[in-house]
DNA sequence: CAATCTGTTAGATATTTGCCTAATTATATA
DNA sequence: TATATAATTAGGCAAATATCTAACAGATTG
């Protein structure tokens, strides 16, 4: 929840999920979107790998990343359960 | 939506609002709840306050907070639109 | 095999964050 | 009025974060 919450903070690493949402992209296609370099993509993308937010996969010189949802389903409930206890409250 | 983030990047931030949907606290009250002095809760406090995740009011002394779940909405959306989109993906 | 391209790792650095203690403000009470 | 209590503000500091450039690794291509 820590790791999720962490790599959801970050404004570039939301741009990129919702970049990937779309449709899957390589990192140099990423980088490409941002004016950053491409480390700092990199080190972004590293992040969201480790929040199972995205899986990468290597063809040839490229890698492509793909967004994963599911982790998320988890900072949903979170919040959910957040805004439903706060309803029924006297 | 970058300050919402922001504010539940952190985890005495998140128990905070956790304890808050049971009910209002006193910022007192809510720094007993944590090895962590007065000031510290007082600086997360007001980072929720400014994410508009809590609001409060004086009555003598004592300030007493609230949690206030609207701006989740906002979140949940977002999210939502992810998992969503990510589903309907080729 | 040498050059090139994609991407990551390493190392440095400025900024942000989360914590502390000390001081301050505002209220209540002896 | 003096003192105690609740909470915040101020100032300082160490650790975490986000960025950069330089160097490197792996794959492709002339």
Redesign the pocket.
């Known amino acids: 929840m820590n790791l999720l919450f962490?790599a959801l903070?970050?404004p570039?690493r939301r741009r990129i999920l919702e970049m990937l949402k779309e449709h899957d992209l390589?990192?140099?296609?990423i980088?490409a979107a941002f004016?950053?370099?491409?480390?700092?993509?990199?080190?972004?993308?590293?992040?969201l790998k480790h929040a199972r937010l995205v899986s990468?996969r290597?063809k040839?010189?490229?890698?492509?990343y793909s967004l994963e949802t599911s982790v998320l389903d988890d900072s949903l409930g979170w919040i959910l359960d957040l805004i439903k206890k706060g309803k029924h409250k006297k």
Do not use: C, E, N, W
């Not at 390589?26 to 296609?29: D, K, P, S, V």
């Not at 700092?40 to 590293?46: A, F, K, N, Q, V």
């Not at 040839?60 to 492509?64: L, M, S």
């Open positions: 962490k903070r970050d570039t390589t990192a140099g296609q980088a004016s950053m370099s491409p480390p700092s993509i990199s080190y972004h993308l590293d992040l990468s290597k040839g010189q490229f890698v492509t």
